[in-house]
C-alpha cells in the first residue's frame, strides 16, 4: 500500500491510511437489478422458500446498493414489499380464519412474520448500520413491527376480535372453564413485542379493556359475595380470587399487568365495601372476635393491609369493641363494690385475649398495639378504684396462701399487672395504697417472702424510679432493724428479770417518714398487762436511743391471748345450770390489739358490756371498734367468741355482748379474721385518702411550678403549664385549673411575680 | 394600716408646696387632674394595697371587706361598669376571706382590657382564679336571664 503514496518518508505525523474509493458509477440499469433480486429473495422468505437462497450473496447485493447510495430506493422498497405481503396475504388470511381458529392463525402469522423478518434484517444488515443511522428512520426489525401492526393487528376488524376474544377467554377462566392459556399468553407477548419501545400497544389494545371488564366482573361478584352475608366466607373468597388473578397475569398475560389487576380488585372487592364487610352483623369483625376466630380475623387482617384505610377501619371497630368490653368490666353501679381481685384478674384476662389476637391474627401491627393500649388506657382510668384495686389485687399475689400458683405463675402475674400499671393515669393514687398494703402485709407477717416483694419494688423502680420506692425499701430496714432490737431487749429482760406481767411482748420500731402516715393515732387504753410490758420496752429503747420518741400504735397491732370457756359444748344439751366446769377448754386467739382490749375487759368480773360502754372504755375509734366486734361476734359460728343480744349483723349503740362460753373449735390456736378487705376502702376512708392525695399533690405541682421556673427564670403563662403537665404526667394529671391557683399561691409567697411588661409571663424570683 | 409617718407627711406637703388645710384643699382639682393620667392612676391603685395592708401584725394579705371598701374609695371618681357587680360578687361569695395583692393588681388590668364586654375573656390566659370565677358567674347569672326571658 505504501507505493501508492510517496509521501511517507518525508511527513510522518500522517500516519492514517485512506483507501480512496473505488471509482465505479451504477447505472439505472445495473440498480434495478440488484433491487429486483433482492425482491425477489424477500418475498421467498416471506414464503418460507428461503432454504434456496444465499445469504451471502443477497448480503453482499444489498451492500453494494447501500454503497451506491441507493440505499432510499432499498429501504422503500423494503417497506413495500413487507407492506403487499402483510396486506395481500396475511391480513386475508387472519380475517378469513375471524370465526375458525383466529388466535392460532394469527400466532402462526405473527411468528412467521417474526421469522421472515429476521432473515431480511439479516440480508440487510449494512443498510440498517449505515443508512438507516445516517438518516434516522426505523431499522429493518421495527419496520416490520410497526407494519405488523398498523395493517394487520391494529385492522380495525381484527383489533377488535382480537380484544373480544382475549378477554372472552378470560371471562370463560374465571368462570372456571379450561381455555388455551399458551395462545393468550402468545397474544400478549406479541402485543407487548408490538409496542417497540413501550408497551403501549399492549395497553390500549388489551390491557385497559381487561382492567375495564375485570373491574365490571368484580363489581358483580362483590355484589353475589355479599349477598351470602358472612363476612369469613367473603374474605376467604376474595383471597382466593387474588390469588388466582395474580398467578393469571404472571402465567399468560404480562406480568406486568399482575399489579394493576390485583389493585382493580383490591378496589372493587375489599376497598369499596371495606366497612360492610367489618361490621357484618353476626359475622363481621366483631363475631369473630367474640367467637376468637384467630385465623378469619388473620385473613381479614391480610386484605385489609391492602387497601388504604383499611387497616384504620378495621382498627376502630376493634377498638369500639374493645372500649365496650373494657367499660363492662370497668364500671360500677351504685353500691355494689367491686371485688378487687375478679377486676384485675378479668382486666388482665381481657389484654391476654387481645394480645392473643394482637400477635395471631394482626401479626404485631403497630396500629393495633397503639390502639390496644389507647383502648385500655382509656377505660381503666374510668373508674377512679382502679389504682387501689390493682395495688389490692398485687397484694393478695403477695401474701401467703397464694393457692395453685407457681413461683414462676406469679412473676408472670405480676408482670402483667406492670403492664396495667403503666395505663393508670394516677399513680400516685397508687403509690398511697401499695405503701398501704405493704405496711399491712409486713406488720401481720403475711408476705410470702422478702424477695419475692423486693422483686415487685425493683419493678416499680424501673418503672417510676427510686423516689417511689425509697420509702418501701425503708420500711424493710425497719423490719429487719426491730428483729434485732426484739432480740436484745429479750436478753435484756432475762438477764435484768425485768417484769413483764406475763407478757411475751414483740415490739416493731416503724420510722415515721416511711409508712404511710396515719391521721392522729387514736388514744386507746390498752389492758394495764399489756402497758406494763410496753412502758418497760420504752424505756430500754429510749435509753438507747435518747432523743427518739416512741408512740404505740394500736390499729397496727395483734394479740395471742389464752382463752378458756367453761360452758359446755353447744350438742352436749341444756344442761347449762350445773356448772359444768367439768370440761373446760382452752385455746389461743389471734386477735387484733383493738379486739384484744375488748376481750380483756370481760375478765373484770363483768360478763355483759354494751357497745357503749365498750367504747367508753377502751377509747377505740367507732369504726374500728365497730369492725372488730363484727369480727368476734357475728362472723362464722366457728370464730364467735362473744354473743350479741340483738343477733343482727348490724351493731348499735345500745347492744349487748356476753362471752360465748359454748365456744368450740378444732383448732387449739384460732384465728379470728378481720372483715374481708378485699373490696376496698369504704367511703369515708376513701374520702380521706383522697383528700391526702390531693394535698399532696398541690404540693408536687408547686414543686415542679419552682423547678421549672428556676431553670427558665421566664415562661408565658401557657407554656408553663404546659411544662408543668408534662413533667407530672407520670405521676398524675393535673387540671389547668389547679395549676394556676399554686400559681398565684406561688406570687403571693413571693416565689414568682408578674413580669412588668407582660402580665401573661411569668420571672422567678430568685 | 393607713399610717403616714411623719415624715412622710411633712415631705409629702413639702412636694406639694402646701401648709395649710386650705392651701391643700387648693391643690386637690389638680390632683384630680393628675389622675386622670393612667399611669398615674395606676402608681396610686397599686400603692392603695400596700398602703391599707397591717404590715405591724404580719398581715400579708388584705380581708376581703377592707378591700371591698378600698375599691369604693379608689374609683370613687371613675366607677367603671363592672365595679358594682364584682363587689357583689364578693360579699357573696362564701370562701374568699382575703385578697392576694396579685388579684388586687390584675383587677385594674382586667377592668381596662375586659372593660364591661365579658366575651373578651379569656380564662386560659394567666387572669387569676378568683376573676375567672367571677366571669363564670357573671355569664351564668346573664343566661338565667335570658331563661327567664
Redesign the interface.
Known amino acids: 500500500m505504501s507505493s501508492g503514496l510517496g509521501r511517507s518518508s518525508q511527513n510522518r505525523k500522517d500516519t492514517k491510511m485512506r483507501i480512496r474509493a473505488f471509482p465505479m458509477t451504477m447505472d439505472e440499469k445495473y440498480v434495478n437489478n440488484i433491487w429486483a433480486l433482492l425482491k425477489n429473495a424477500i418475498q421467498e422468505i416471506q414464503k418460507k422458500n428461503n432454504s434456496g437462497l444465499s445469504f451471502e450473496e443477497l448480503y453482499r447485493n444489498a451492500y453494494t446498493m447501500v454503497l451506491h447510495k441507493h440505499g432510499e430506493k432499498l429501504y422503500t422498497g423494503l417497506r413495500v414489499v413487507v407492506t403487499d405481503h402483510l396486506i395481500n396475504k396475511v391480513r386475508d388470511d387472519v380475517l378469513a380464519a375471524l370465526n375458525n381458529n383466529f388466535l392460532q392463525t394469527l400466532n402462526s402469522a405473527w411468528n412467521d412474520h417474526q421469522t421472515s423478518m429476521v432473515m431480511i434484517r439479516d440480508i440487510l444488515m449494512y443498510m440498517d448500520r449505515v443508512y438507516v443511522q445516517q438518516n434516522n428512520v426505523d431499522n429493518v426489525y421495527n419496520l416490520g413491527l410497526i407494519i405488523f401492526r398498523d395493517q394487520v393487528v391494529r385492522n380495525p376488524i381484527i383489533r377488535d376480535h382480537l380484544q373480544t376474544t382475549l378477554l372472552e377467554m378470560v371471562a370463560k377462566e374465571r368462570r372456571g372453564e379450561v381455555v388455551d392459556r399458551g395462545a393468550v399468553k402468545n397474544a400478549c407477548q406479541m402485543l407487548m413485542v408490538l409496542g417497540i419501545d413501550s408497551r403501549c400497544v399492549y395497553e390500549e389494545d388489551f390491557e385497559r379493556p381487561f382492567l375495564e371488564q375485570s373491574a365490571e366482573f368484580f363489581r358483580m361478584e362483590s355484589q353475589k359475595f355479599l349477598a351470602e352475608n358472612s363476612a369469613s366466607v367473603y374474605i376467604k373468597k376474595v383471597e382466593a380470587r387474588i390469588n388466582e388473578e395474580a398467578e393469571r397475569a404472571s402465567h399468560y398475560l404480562d406480568k406486568s399487568t399482575e399489579e394493576p389487576i390485583v389493585k382493580v380488585l383490591e378496589d372493587e372487592l375489599i376497598g369499596k365495601h371495606m366497612k360492610t364487610i367489618v361490621e357484618m352483623e353476626n359475622s363481621g369483625v366483631v363475631h369473630m372476635l367474640e367467637n376468637n376466630k384467630t385465623d378469619d380475623l388473620a385473613c381479614m387482617y391480610k386484605l385489609c393491609v391492602r387497601v388504604a384505610n383499611g387497616l384504620k377501619t378495621m382498627c376502630n371497630c376493634i377498638s369500639k369493641y374493645l372500649r365496650e368490653q373494657g367499660k363492662a368490666l370497668v364500671v360500677e353501679e351504685g353500691e355494689e363494690a367491686k371485688n378487687a381481685i375478679t377486676y384485675i384478674q378479668s382486666l388482665l384476662d381481657l389484654k391476654d385475649r387481645f394480645g392473643h389476637f394482637l400477635h395471631e391474627s394482626f401479626s404485631d401491627d403497630k396500629l393495633f398495639k397503639q390502639m390496644i393500649s389507647g383502648d385500655f388506657e382509656y377505660f381503666i382510668n374510668l373508674n377512679a378504684k382502679s389504682p387501689e384495686y390493682l395495688s389490692l389485687f398485687i397484694d393478695d399475689k403477695l401474701k401467703k396462701g397464694v393457692k395453685g400458683m407457681t413461683e414462676q405463675e406469679i412473676e408472670n402475674v405480676l408482670d402483667k399487672s406492670m403492664v396495667l400499671f403503666r395505663y393508670l393515669q394516677e399513680k400516685d393514687v397508687f403509690e398511697r395504697y401499695y405503701k398501704h398494703h405493704l405496711a399491712r402485709r409486713l406488720l401481720l407477717n403475711k408476705s410470702v417472702s422478702d424477695d419475692s416483694e423486693k422483686n415487685m419494688i425493683s419493678k416499680l423502680k424501673t418503672e417510676c424510679g427510686c423516689q417511689f420506692t425509697s420509702k418501701l425499701e425503708g420500711m424493710f430496714k425497719d423490719m429487719t432493724v426491730s428483729n434485732t432490737i426484739n432480740e436484745e431487749f429479750k436478753l435484756f429482760v432475762q438477764q435484768a428479770q425485768v417484769n413483764l406481767s406475763g407478757v411475751d411482748l414483740t415490739v416493731r420500731v416503724l420510722t415515721t417518714g416511711f409508712w404511710p402516715t396515719q391521721s392522729a393515732t387514736p388514744r386507746s387504753s390498752i389492758p394495764s398487762a399489756a402497758q406494763t410490758a410496753f412502758e418497760a420496752f420504752r424505756r430500754f429503747y429510749l435509753a438507747k436511743h435518747s432523743g427518739r420518741q416512741l408512740t404505740l400504735q394500736p390499729q397496727l397491732g395483734s394479740a395471742d391471748l389464752h382463752a378458756t370457756f367453761y360452758g359446755p359444748k353447744k350438742d352436749e344439751g341444756e344442761s347449762s345450770n350445773g356448772a359444768s366446769a367439768k370440761n373446760p377448754r382452752k385455746h389461743i386467739l389471734q386477735v387484733s390489739t383493738y379486739q384484744m382490749c375488748i376481750l380483756m375487759l370481760f375478765n373484770n368480773n363483768r360478763e355483759k358490756w354494751t357497745f357503749e360502754e365498750i367504747k367508753n372504755h377502751t377509747d377505740i375509734p367507732e369504726r374500728e371498734l365497730t369492725r372488730a366486734l363484727q369480727s368476734l361476734a357475728v362472723g362464722k359460728l366457728a370464730q364467735r367468741i362473744l354473743h350479741k343480744d340483738p343477733k343482727t349483723k348490724e351493731i348499735e349503740a345500745g347492744h349487748i355482748f356476753t362471752v360465748n362460753d359454748q365456744f368450740t373449735s378444732k383448732l387449739f390456736r384460732v384465728r379470728i379474721q378481720m372483715v374481708a378487705t378485699n373490696k376496698g376502702e369504704a367511703e369515708p376512708e376513701r374520702k380521706e385518702t383522697r383528700n391526702k392525695v390531693d394535698e399532696d399533690r398541690k404540693h408536687e405541682i408547686e414543686a415542679a411550678l419552682v423547678r421549672i421556673m428556676k431553670a427558665r427564670k421566664k415562661l408565658q403563662h401557657n407554656v408553663l403549664i404546659a411544662e408543668c403537665t408534662e413533667m407530672l404526667k407520670p405521676r398524675f394529671l393535673p387540671s389547668p385549673v389547679v395549676i394556676k391557683k399554686r400559681i398565684e399561691g406561688l406570687i403571693e409567697r413571693e416565689y414568682l411575680a408578674r413580669s412588668a411588661d407582660d402580665r401573661k409571663v411569668y420571672t422567678y424570683v430568685a | 394600716m393607713c399610717k403616714f409617718t411623719k415624715d412622710e407627711f411633712v415631705t409629702g406637703c413639702k412636694n406639694l408646696k402646701v401648709d395649710s388645710i386650705k392651701s391643700m384643699r387648693s391643690k386637690f382639682p389638680d390632683m384630680e387632674a393628675e389622675m386622670q393620667n393612667k399611669e398615674c392612676f395606676k402608681n396610686l391603685y397599686k400603692w392603695t394595697y400596700k398602703f391599707c395592708l397591717d404590715c405591724e401584725n404580719g398581715q ?2 388584705l380581708p376581703v371587706d377592707v378591700a371591698i371598701s378600698l375599691w369604693k374609695l379608689v374609683f370613687s371618681r371613675c366607677e367603671p361598669t363592672l365595679l358594682q357587680d364584682w363587689l357583689e360578687f364578693l360579699e357573696k361569695h362564701p370562701t374568699v376571706k382575703g385578697i ?4 388586687w ?2 383587677f385594674l ?1 382586667f377592668v381596662e382590657q375586659v372593660g364591661d364586654d365579658l366575651t373578651i375573656y379569656d380564662d ?3 387572669w ?2 378568683l376573676l ?1 370565677d367571677f366571669v363564670e358567674h357573671e355569664n351564668d347569672r346573664k343566661n338565667q336571664n335570658v331563661k327567664t326571658d
Open positions: 400579708r394579705t392576694p395583692k396579685d388579684t393588681d390584675m388590668n386560659t390566659e394567666a387569676p382564679s375567672d
